[in-house]
């Protein structure tokens, strides 16, 4: 009986080795690696994987900056049958032992400019021995080098049988609203992902050259790849993000496509010698992993021209985009569904509101997470069914549609105000704060009030010279706002807010010593 063929995104390595071996598939540094090289290397750590013991489905935990090598151990595993697991360098390493653990990983590869998180973590993780550590650019007893590793193993593909329901990755939540939750991914779901990327963005060929400049372990650096691997384009890597080496990045290799979040865009616009650059190269960017400011659009478009787009969407599989053409038609939309996805906004008892409403934003799509990991009761409470019976997920954002199914990102759910029974927005009031010529940035959040129950609270981070009060930017603020908008305090914040890898301010942090003591 005739079979259909898996598919995978690892297929996509041997498929451009074969036609366009000599072309460069990775820039990382002074490193550089054609896709025939890189197609033997991602066999050799696979090949190794299975001699050293690795089964379907087993997991392989990975601490890397960004390097070519811990691509090909990314895609290696894959290409063996393991889930690859990458983890936060942000984490503590209780937090990254807690979180192997939690995946059940059987191996663990670790780079030189994390060794001493690792080393720590590693102290919990006696689960793993010495044989499966796997040590990339370092010597070390503890560990086995990727060299001796790999010793001996086939430049051949391995003799695995890959289906799309197969687990190919888990990728750990950033943890905004909480512990971090590992977000499976298959074969399939991966694939389609990177797909519906390529097709949407309408940008991407063979001759393209991406930039990658978010982390290996964020759900946005997989979106930028993946689509130029499956192109047969080039994909030059950051290590590690700065302004600087972005802007040399474009001029040196010829860029033409970068996926950066907001604050990432900021200090590219502030670098001083940005005008030094050739930046002509460039023909799309696009911001995604928080939302992006209206006087920060019309800034990166009035440098680069018309060539920007923003992406809204969550790692467990629900995507928008709005394109160059029309960002500046509808400056606050995050776009329409991707191709092959759908959006829909329903209120708190799952009723599905009418345009213009704001409520919850619910998604589906053809590249779904399988699930969270050993976490079926947090799985069944991301779901919503459509009058058709298909299942969407829950996203966690509040939201609206237009008249034209364009959408409008509100707020986080959990921090939505509810004062006096009315429900306050965030964002709204932000935008309003930021219009003062004398803020950098704000973040406002709930804090309890005696009457109200909560109420706004703004935190304000000054520009360099600020004479205003934290009275006197309170009422400029109310005098703009609505009367149950308007915020009972203001304070002035000297450090950054906290945030996750991709920017995005972490609220709930902001949130806990206002309600420490409040029941």
Request: proline share 4%; hydrophobic share 40%.
């Given at each position: 009986?005739?079979?259909?063929?898996?598919?995978?995104?690892?297929?996509?390595?041997?498929?451009?080795?074969?036609?366009?071996?000599?072309?460069?598939?990775?820039?990382c540094g002074?490193?550089?690696?054609?896709?025939?090289?890189?197609?033997?290397?991602?066999?050799?750590?696979?090949?190794?994987?299975?001699?050293s013991?690795?089964?379907?489905?087993?997991?392989?935990?990975?601490?890397?900056?960004?390097s070519?090598?811990a691509?090909?151990?990314?895609?290696?595993?894959?290409?063996?049958?393991?889930?690859?697991?990458?983890?936060?360098?942000?984490?503590?390493?209780?937090?990254?032992?807690?979180?192997?653990?939690?995946?059940?990983?059987?191996?663990?590869?670790?780079?030189?400019?994390?060794?001493?998180?690792?080393?720590?973590?590693?102290?919990?993780?006696?689960?793993?021995?010495?044989?499966?550590?796997?040590?990339?650019?370092?010597?070390?007893?503890?560990?086995?080098s990727?060299k001796?590793?790999m010793?001996?193993?086939?430049?051949?593909?391995?003799?695995?049988?890959?289906?799309?329901?197969?687990?190919?990755?888990?990728?750990?939540?950033?943890g905004t609203?909480?512990?971090p939750k590992?977000?499976?991914?298959?074969?399939?779901?991966?694939?389609?992902?990177?797909l519906?990327?390529?097709?949407?963005t309408?940008?991407?060929?063979?001759s393209?050259?991406?930039i990658?400049?978010?982390?290996?372990?964020?759900?946005?650096?997989?979106?930028?790849?993946?689509?130029?691997?499956?192109?047969g384009?080039?994909?030059?890597?950051?290590?590690m993000?700065?302004?600087?080496?972005?802007?040399?990045?474009?001029?040196?290799?010829?860029?033409?496509?970068a996926?950066?979040?907001?604050?990432?865009?900021?200090?590219?616009?502030?670098?001083?010698?940005?005008?030094?650059?050739?930046?002509?190269?460039?023909?799309?960017?696009?911001?995604?992993?928080?939302?992006?400011?209206?006087?920060l659009?019309?800034?990166i478009?009035?440098?680069?021209?018309?060539?920007?787009?923003?992406?809204?969407?969550?790692?467990e599989?629900?995507?928008?985009?709005?394109?160059p053409?029309?960002?500046?038609?509808?400056?606050?939309?995050?776009?329409?569904p991707?191709?092959?996805?759908?959006?829909?906004?329903?209120?708190?008892?799952?009723?599905?509101?009418?345009?213009?409403?704001?409520?919850?934003?619910?998604?589906?799509?053809?590249?779904?997470?399988?699930?969270?990991?050993?976490?079926?009761?947090?799985?069944?409470?991301?779901?919503?069914?459509?009058e058709?019976?298909?299942?969407?997920?829950?996203t966690?954002?509040?939201?609206?549609?237009?008249?034209?199914?364009?959408?409008?990102?509100?707020?986080?759910?959990?921090?939505?105000i509810?004062?006096?029974?009315?429900?306050?927005?965030?964002?709204?009031?932000?935008?309003?704060?930021?219009?003062?010529?004398?803020?950098?940035?704000?973040?406002?959040?709930?804090?309890?009030?005696?009457?109200?129950?909560?109420?706004?609270?703004?935190?304000?981070?000054?520009?360099?010279?600020?004479?205003?009060?934290e009275?006197?930017?309170k009422?400029?603020?109310?005098?703009?706002?609505?009367?149950?908008?308007?915020?009972?305090?203001?304070?002035?914040?000297?450090?950054?807010?906290?945030?996750?890898?991709?920017?995005?301010?972490?609220?709930?942090?902001?949130?806990?010593?206002?309600?420490?003591?409040?029941?």
């Amino acid at each position: 009986m005739f079979k259909r063929p898996s598919l995978n995104i690892v297929d996509c390595i041997a498929f451009n080795a074969k036609f366009r071996g000599n072309q460069t598939a990775f820039v990382c540094g002074e490193k550089r690696i054609t896709w025939k090289e890189f197609s033997k290397y991602t066999n050799r750590i696979a090949n190794a994987l299975v001699r050293s013991g690795l089964k379907k489905g087993d997991k392989v935990s990975l601490l890397c900056l960004n390097s070519i090598d811990a691509i090909a151990v990314l895609f290696g595993t894959m290409l063996a049958g393991g889930v690859i697991v990458p983890l936060s360098l942000l984490l503590t390493p209780q937090m990254i032992a807690s979180l192997t653990k939690d995946a059940g990983s059987g191996f663990f590869f670790a780079d030189t400019f994390l060794k001493a998180l690792a080393d720590s973590a590693l102290l919990e993780l006696d689960t793993i021995d010495g044989k499966n550590r796997v040590a990339i650019g370092f010597d070390d007893d503890k560990y086995t080098s990727l060299k001796a590793f790999m010793e001996g193993s086939s430049e051949e593909l391995p003799d695995v049988t890959l289906d799309d329901d197969d687990e190919a990755c888990i990728i750990y939540s950033s943890g905004t609203t909480g512990a971090p939750k590992g977000i499976i991914h298959t074969h399939l779901s991966r694939t389609m992902f990177a797909l519906s990327m390529t097709i949407s963005t309408g940008a991407i060929q063979a001759s393209t050259v991406t930039i990658a400049t978010t982390p290996l372990f964020a759900n946005t650096f997989w979106g930028t790849i993946m689509p130029t691997m499956l192109a047969g384009g080039t994909t030059a890597m950051m290590t590690m993000f700065a302004p600087g080496d972005f802007l040399k990045i474009v001029q040196e290799e010829r860029g033409n496509i970068a996926l950066m979040v907001p604050t990432q865009f900021q200090a590219v616009l502030s670098h001083p010698d940005i005008d030094t650059y050739d930046l002509s190269s460039l023909t799309l960017l696009f911001c995604a992993g928080a939302t992006l400011p209206v006087p920060l659009k019309k800034q990166i478009i009035e440098k680069f021209g018309n060539i920007l787009g923003e992406a809204y969407g969550i790692t467990e599989g629900v995507a928008t985009g709005i394109p160059p053409e029309y960002i500046l038609e509808k400056p606050t939309s995050v776009g329409i569904p991707v191709f092959g996805a759908d959006v829909r906004i329903v209120d708190d008892d799952g009723k599905q509101l009418p345009t213009g409403e704001v409520g919850e934003i619910v998604g589906y799509s053809h590249w779904f997470m399988k699930g969270y990991h050993n976490n079926p009761q947090a799985t069944a409470e991301m779901v919503w069914l459509d009058e058709r019976g298909r299942t969407f997920i829950r996203t966690g954002d509040m939201g609206r549609l237009d008249e034209d199914g364009y959408l409008y990102i509100v707020d986080r759910k959990r921090d939505m105000i509810v004062s006096g029974g009315l429900n306050v927005f965030a964002i709204d009031i932000e935008g309003v704060l930021r219009q003062h010529e004398e803020i950098k940035d704000v973040a406002v959040i709930a804090v309890p009030h005696e009457k109200w129950g909560e109420t706004p609270l703004a935190l304000v981070i000054r520009q360099p010279g600020a004479k205003g009060t934290e009275e006197e930017i309170k009422e400029w603020a109310n005098a703009k706002l609505a009367k149950h908008q308007r915020i009972s305090s203001l304070e002035f914040r000297e450090e950054d807010f906290p945030r996750n890898v991709l920017g995005k301010v972490l609220k709930r942090l902001l949130r806990e010593p206002y309600w420490k003591e409040h029941s």
